[in-house]
C-alpha cells in the first residue's frame, strides 16, 4: 500500500477525522509540528515509493523581522530577495526526488493572514506566492514527480473565515479550522486519484444558458446576456475559465441544440465572447440527442468517450447522457449559478498532473484533424492521401526535456497501447538508466506539428533478443502508418546491436483494439513466456523476426 506522508510548517492535527478520507490512496503518516524537512531528509533512497504532501505557510516560513525589511525594500529589490528565499526553500525538494525518484511530492504553500503580517504590506506576500508559483513552474520540467497544490485556489473557493481560525491558532499552533482541515482534504484528494488514474481531456460544453445566457436562435445575437453587468458578467468569467483550461491544453468542443449558423454568428459578431471559433477544436451542434452528438464528437477527435468532460445548464439533458453513454463524466454544475466560473476553474476532472509542450499542440492537432479528413474523402484514394500529407516523423531517446511527455503517453494512452502498462517518469528514466531503449517519436504533416506522439520501450533480456515492453501511440495520429515507419526505425536500431527477434508484449484490452489489429498485420507467431520474465495477467509473448521483416507505408515518410 503506498505511503502517505503528511507534513507542513504548522502542527496538522495528526489522527483528526478529516485526514481519514486520504487514507483511500495510501497509509497515512502525519509528521509532528513542523518537521516537513526532517520527513524528507529521513527516508532512505531504497525504501518503498510514497507521496510528500508538504503544506507550507509564509507565516511560519518567514521570520517576522524578515517580511518587514522585504517590505522597506524597493520593488525590484524586494522581488530578488522573496525569489532567492524560494529558491533555496524549494531545493530540498529537488534533492529529495533526485535521491528518491520513485516518489511524488505534492506542494502548496499560503499565508493566513488576509491583510498584514505584523506591519508588512500584502504586496510581500503576493510577491512571495507568485515567486512560488513560479519556481513549481521551473522544478517540475526538472523533476515531474512534483506537483503545486495551488493553495491559493483552494482559500479563493472557500474563504479565510472557513479555512483558518485564530483560535485554533493560539491554543493549538494549527492555523486551520476544523471545516477548513476537512476542505483541504478534499481539495487534496483528486490530486491523489490523478496520480493513478489520467486526468480527461475533452470539455465539451452546451451553449445556450452555459456559455451565454439566454437562447440564441429565440433572443438573437444582441439579445443573449454576455459581457453585460449582472448576468452577462457572470457568462463572461465562464467563458474566461474554458479558455484558462484550453491555455493548458485541454481541448475544447461544443455540443448543443441549436442552429449552427446561430451559434457561429455569436461567436463572430457578440463584442462579449472570450471564446474564440479557433479554440474549438468540434462541434455538433443540431436537434438529435446530445448521447448521439457526443459519440460523434468522440469519432471525430478520435478519443474514448471517457476522456470527455461535460457540462450542460439541463438536467434533462444531462440524463440522457448519462443513460446512454455512461463513460462520459457528466458534471452537474452548482446550483449557485454564480459560483460556475469558479467551479469550472477549478475542476478536478480537468487538472492534468503536469504540462508539456505537447499539450499546446494537442488543441491544433485535433482541429487539423478535419482538415486532413476532407482531403482524405476528396481524393478518395488513401496512398494519394498519404502523399499528399507530406509526413515527416522523428525519434529521440529519453532524456531530461520530454521525460514529462514520455510520462504523459504512458499514463494516457489507450486505444493503441499494447501491453497498458503505465510508468511515471521516475521509472521510465530508471529503466533506461539499467540498459534498456526508452524512445519517443514525434510526426508533422501539411496541416500540424502533432509533436511527441509515441512511446517505446524496449528491454534486452537474452542475447540476440529483446522485449517490446510498450508501444503506446496517440489516437491523434492514427490512420497514417506512423506506427509502420516507428517500427521500421526500432528493427534497424535492434539489427544494429545484433538483435535479430523481437518479443512483443500484448495485454489485450477491452480499448486496445487498434494496436492488436497492427500486431495482426505482422508476421508474428505466439510463443511461451520467455525465461527470465515474469509475466503479467493477461499478458500474452510473441515473436517477431527483425531479418526478413518486410513493412508498409515507409515509401511515405520523409526522416528528419
Known amino acids: 500500500m503506498t505511503m502517505l506522508h503528511l507534513s507542513g510548517s504548522s502542527f496538522l492535527m495528526p489522527g483528526n477525522l478529516a485526514w481519514r478520507p486520504l487514507a ?41 523581522r524578515t517580511l518587514q525589511e522585504w517590505g522597506r525594500l524597493a520593488q525590484d529589490e524586494q522581488l530578488l530577495a522573496v525569489a532567492a528565499f524560494v ?40 510577491a512571495l506566492a507568485s515567486a512560488f508559483e513560479q519556481q513549481m513552474v521551473r522544478l517540475r520540467l526538472q523533476q515531474p514527480g512534483l506537483d503545486d497544490l495551488h493553495l491559493p485556489l483552494w482559500l479563493q473557493q472557500h474563504g479565510r473565515q472557513h479555512c483558518f481560525d485564530r483560535r485554533n491558532l493560539y491554543l493549538m499552533s494549527c492555523p486551520f479550522s476544523m471545516a477548513g482541515l476537512a476542505s483541504l482534504a478534499q481539495w ?38 454576455l459581457g453585460q453587468d449582472g448576468m452577462g ?48 477544436a468540434a462541434a455538433e451542434i443540431g436537434w438529435e440527442p446530445k448521447s448521439q452528438g457526443l459519440r460523434r464528437l468522440a469519432a471525430r477527435l478520435n478519443v474514448g468517450l471517457d476522456s470527455l468532460v461535460f457540462w450542460d445548464d439541463s438536467e434533462l439533458e444531462r440524463a440522457e447522457v448519462r443513460a446512454n453513454c455512461p463513460e462520459v463524466m457528466v458534471m452537474t454544475p452548482p446550483a449557485d449559478l454564480w459560483s460556475w466560473p469558479d467551479a469550472l476553474l477549478t475542476l478536478p476532472a480537468l487538472c492534468s498532473r503536469h504540462q508539456s509542450r505537447d499539450d499546446g499542440l494537442r488543441q491544433h492537432s485535433y482541429q487539423a484533424q478535419a482538415e486532413a479528413e476532407a482531403v482524405r474523402r476528396q481524393l ?43 510508468y511515471q517518469a521516475a521509472e521510465l528514466a530508471r529503466l533506461a538508466a539499467e540498459g534498456g531503449d526508452v524512445w519517443l517519436a514525434s510526426l508533422r504533416d501539411r496541416f500540424a506539428d502533432h509533436g ?35 517500427l521500421a526505425q526500432l528493427a534497424n536500431h535492434l539489427r544494429a546491436q545484433g538483435v535479430t527477434e523481437l518479443v512483443i508484449s500484448l495485454i489485450a484490452t477491452t480499448r486496445n483494439q487498434p494496436a492488436r489489429d497492427f500486431l495482426a498485420s505482422l508476421p508474428t507467431r505466439p510463443i511461451t513466456t520467455p525465461a527470465g520474465l515474469l509475466p503479467l495477467a493477461d499478458e500474452l509473448f510473441l515473436s517477431l523476426d527483425l531479418c526478413s521483416l518486410s513493412l508498409p507505408f515507409l515509401e511515405f515518410y520523409a526522416n528528419e
Open 24 to 64: 483511500e490512496y495510501g497509509e497515512v503518516q502525519v509528521a509532528p509540528h513542523g518537521q516537513w524537512l526532517q520527513t524528507l531528509m529521513h527516508q532512505s533512497a531504497e525504501a518503498a515509493a510514497g507521496t510528500h504532501i508538504i503544506i507550507w505557510l509564509w507565516e511560519d516560513l518567514v521570520p517576522a
Open 87 to 126: 529558491d533555496a526553500l524549494c531545493q530540498p525538494l529537488l534533492q529529495h526526488l533526485q535521491r528518491r525518484p520513485q516518489d511524488h511530492l505534492l506542494v502548496g504553500a499560503c499565508s493566513h493572514a488576509p491583510l498584514c503580517v505584523y506591519g508588512t504590506a500584502p504586496a510581500v506576500l503576493a
Open 188 to 225: 487534496i484528494l483528486p490530486l491523489l486519484q490523478r496520480l493513478q488514474q489520467p486526468a480527461h481531456k475533452v470539455l465539451v460544453l452546451d451553449c445556450d444558458n452555459t456559455l451565454w445566457g439566454g437562447v440564441v436562435g429565440e433572443d438573437g445575437v444582441g439579445g443573449v446576456l
Open 233 to 280: 458578467r457572470l457568462y463572461q468569467a465562464f467563458q474566461q475559465a474554458a479558455s484558462h483550461w484550453h491555455g493548458q491544453g485541454i481541448v475544447l468542443a461544443l455540443c448543443s441544440k441549436n442552429l449552427a449558423d446561430d451559434v457561429w454568428r455569436l461567436f463572430d459578431e457578440h463584442p462579449g465572447m472570450v471564446l474564440t471559433r479557433a479554440q474549438i
Open 380 to 422: 478518395g484514394d488513401e496512398h494519394a492521401f498519404l502523399r499528399q500529407l507530406a509526413l515527416q516523423a522523428d525519434w529521440q531517446p529519453l532524456s531530461p526535456g520530454n521525460q514529462l511527455r514520455a510520462e504523459q503517453l504512458s499514463q494516457k494512452t489507450n486505444q493503441f497501447n499494447l501491453s497498458g502498462r503505465r
Open 452 to 486: 511527441m506522439t509515441a512511446l517505446l520501450v524496449v528491454r534486452p533480456f537474452e542475447e540476440g533478443r529483446a522485449l517490446l515492453d510498450t508501444l503506446a501511440i496517440s489516437c491523434r495520429v492514427l490512420g497514417r502508418g506512423f506506427e509502420y515507419w516507428l
